[in-house]
């Protein structure tokens, strides 16, 4: 059984802060090198920025929105878990 609660329930969202940082971490680096390499491996740029965009999962302002949505998830988590554990 899928535990719903773990999974991200918007498109741009991740699981976890850090996931969502390595994941912008590893698209900005691709996109940097698809610029760098493309005079001279212009394929293997195009593979990059490819890589670069599914890892951003769009855009640059798409990672951004998933950043917020990820916050506002884990805000959310810990509101419910408190009320859980207060008894409220």
């Known amino acids: 059984m899928i535990d719903d609660e773990s999974r991200p329930t918007t498109l741009f969202a991740s699981k ?3 996931e ?10 691709l996109g940097v090198f698809a610029i760098g390499a493309f005079d001279g491996h212009p394929l293997l740029a ?8 599914a890892l951003l999962r769009g855009c640059p302002m798409c990672w951004t929105v998933g950043l917020f949505e990820t916050i506002v ?6 509101s419910c878990a408190c009320r859980v554990h207060d008894g409220s």
């Open 20 to 29: 969502h940082a390595a994941r912008g971490l590893g698209g900005v680096g």
């Open 16 to 18: 976890t802060l850090v």
């Open 73 to 78: 998830q884990r805000k959310r988590a810990r």
């Open 46 to 53: 195009s593979a990059a920025l490819l890589g670069a965009l």
